[in-house]
């Protein structure tokens, strides 16, 4: 799975995607109504000024002498056109008469209706609706930059009787004036406003599912190691209380482990009494052939004891961590071994210094070689760096195991098949044993049929340590 799609498959991910969908969509959604009321707004004030013109047109008629209004009239003002008397218009503008009611005076009493726009320019009153665009838009063109938002005039005629009984017809326009583009259609803002988006969705789905990685690396530490620190209990009250179930479950854990620990290291301990005076006991049966047989039987029993003791005291060691030259103990642990006759081989070193309980590693390292050695003959020890993790190999050059005892060999008691030197082997608890001082120093051992022979034994541990 590439990390992309890893991501999105993770919770982070989804919630980001949802953060972002639903920021975004509401985002939109207020951006458009603002949009449409700063529209409504801007149409309102174009009125508002339009009216405000045409009163005071009427209003300086009105107090015009007779014989200059229609000189007046036919000049016009700024967007007023006299208008002949068979000229009408459209619909009443309702809007209009409302705003020039709102002011009072002459201009209340005036009738507004639309009309089409050729009415305010007659220059371009015989040009096909098309062509009547193309000249408007060249107009407004001039009056602002491309990409400008203008409002195009809107054409109204507007039929006033002054106080003497004079009554007038002429047509209205609306100037052009700049429109408040909408900020949808701006790249700048669009862009600027995604960005902040993604990365406030981003943090904010960082920050809500913090806590539970944080459980899932708590949880996974646990199953390496019981005896880890407890999770701060911290953050919102939900995140609290995880964690403090948490951590009471951990203690709970700790309780139960300790306790079958205990039991069974006195168990163990309790036998050593009856196995010694059975020992004694024994020294005096006559029939040396019996005796010999007995004695056999307990000393297995005695190794089966000593193997349980072992295993509790490796459960529940709390042994400090220090900086481990790792290939020093390697090499140390197999010199001793071939000091003692056996045939052990260290193939070579990483150079690697690991923060690890060094008698705990020992420990494992030991059974691991011991292991080797009775069940295969020999030992080949190594150890290298690889992708991501410092590995170390212990390699014997007996007959393997089979497959399904690959996994099965670390169950407490557990033994090879009969060509695994049944005879000389122990109880089954050295790799047991082992593989529980590994996932305490969070390391993990995997058994494998070696190509060239033999069981290899791969303690890895993932770089960095925790």
Same mark, same amino acid.
């Given at each position: 799975m590439s990390p992309l799609r890893e991501y999105f498959a993770s919770m982070t991910g989804r919630l980001f995607v949802l953060l972002?969908?639903?920021?975004?969509?509401?985002?939109?959604?207020?951006?458009?109504?603002?949009?449409?009321?700063?529209?409504?707004?801007?149409?309102?004030?174009?009125?508002?000024?339009?009216?405000?013109?045409?009163?005071?047109?009427?209003?300086?008629?009105?107090?015009?002498?007779?014989?200059?209004?229609?000189?007046?009239?036919?000049?016009?003002?700024?967007?007023?056109?006299?208008?002949?008397?068979?000229?009408?218009?459209?619909?009443?503008?309702?809007?209009?008469?409302?705003?020039?009611?709102?002011?009072?005076?002459l201009a209340a009493s005036a009738t507004v209706r639309r009309a089409d726009i050729a009415v305010c320019f007659p220059e371009i009153r015989d040009l096909p609706p098309p062509d009547i665009q193309r000249v408007l838009e060249r107009q407004h063109a001039q009056f602002g930059e491309s990409g400008t938002s203008w409002a195009l005039p809107v054409c109204r005629t507007i039929a006033v009787t002054l106080h003497d009984g004079t009554p007038l017809r002429f047509s209205l326009d609306t100037p052009f004036a700049e429109r408040q583009r909408s900020r949808l259609l701006d790249p700048a803002y669009i862009g600027l406003f995604s960005c902040a988006i993604a990365l406030l969705a981003f943090v904010s789905a960082r920050l809500a599912t913090r806590p539970l990685r944080q459980m899932a690396k708590a949880a996974t530490e646990l199953g390496q190691d019981l005896d880890r620190a407890p999770i701060e209990v911290r953050g919102? %009250?939900? $995140?609290?209380? #995880? /964690?403090?179930?948490?951590? @009471?479950?951990?203690? *709970?854990?700790?309780?139960?482990?300790?306790?079958?620990?205990?039991?069974?290291?006195?168990?163990?301990?309790?036998?050593?009494?009856?196995?010694?005076?059975?020992?004694?006991?024994?020294?005096?049966v006559e029939d040396d052939e019996l005796r010999a047989r007995l004695v056999?039987?307990?000393?297995?029993?005695?190794?089966?004891?000593?193997?349980?003791?072992?295993?509790?005291?490796?459960?529940?060691?709390?042994?400090?961590?220090?900086?481990?030259?790792l290939d020093s103990l390697l090499e140390s642990l197999v010199e001793d071994a071939a000091d003692a006759g056996a045939d052990a081989e260290f193939a070579g070193g990483c150079g690697a210094v690991l923060n690890l309980p060094p008698l705990a590693m020992r420990r494992m390292f030991g059974n691991l070689l011991d292991n080797a050695m009775e069940?295969?003959? %020999?030992? $080949?020890?190594? #150890? /290298?760096?690889?992708?991501? @993790?410092?590995?170390? *190999?212990?390699?014997?050059?007996?007959?393997?195991?089979?497959?399904?005892?690959?996994?099965?060999a670390f169950e407490p008691f557990a033994r090879g098949e009969s060509s695994r030197s049944r005879e000389t082997g122990g109880v089954g608890l050295g790799l047991t044993i082992a593989r529980m001082l590994a996932r305490k120093s969070?390391?993990?051992?995997?058994?494998?049929?070696?190509?060239?022979?033999?069981?290899?034994?791969?303690?890895?541990?993932?770089l960095p340590l925790p």
């Open positions: 972002a969908v639903g920021m975004g969509a509401a985002a939109v959604i207020a951006t458009a109504i603002s949009d449409a009321k700063a529209a409504r707004e801007f149409e309102r004030q174009l009125v508002e000024r339009t009216a405000d013109r045409l009163q005071a047109f009427v209003e300086f008629l009105d107090a015009s002498p007779q014989s200059v209004r229609e000189r007046l009239l036919g000049q016009g003002g700024p967007g007023i056109r006299k208008q002949p008397a068979e000229v009408s218009g459209d619909a009443i503008d309702t809007g209009f008469e409302q705003a020039l009611r709102d002011r009072g005076g919102p %009250s939900e $995140v609290r209380l #995880a /964690a403090a179930s948490f951590n @009471a479950m951990q203690r *709970r854990l700790q309780q139960h482990l300790r306790e079958r620990t205990q039991m069974l290291a006195a168990i163990t301990h309790d036998l050593q009494t009856p196995i010694t005076r059975l020992r004694l006991r024994l020294e005096r056999a039987d307990l000393n297995a029993m005695r190794a089966l004891v000593d193997e349980g003791l072992e295993l509790a005291r490796s459960a529940e060691t709390a042994e400090s961590r220090v900086p481990l030259d069940y295969g003959g %020999s030992a $080949v020890v190594s #150890a /290298a760096r690889e992708a991501g @993790a410092i590995a170390v *190999r212990v390699r014997d050059r007996g007959p393997g195991l089979s497959e399904d005892m690959l996994e099965r969070g390391a993990e051992i995997v058994l494998r049929n070696h190509p060239d022979g033999g069981v290899e034994a791969a303690v890895r541990w993932p």
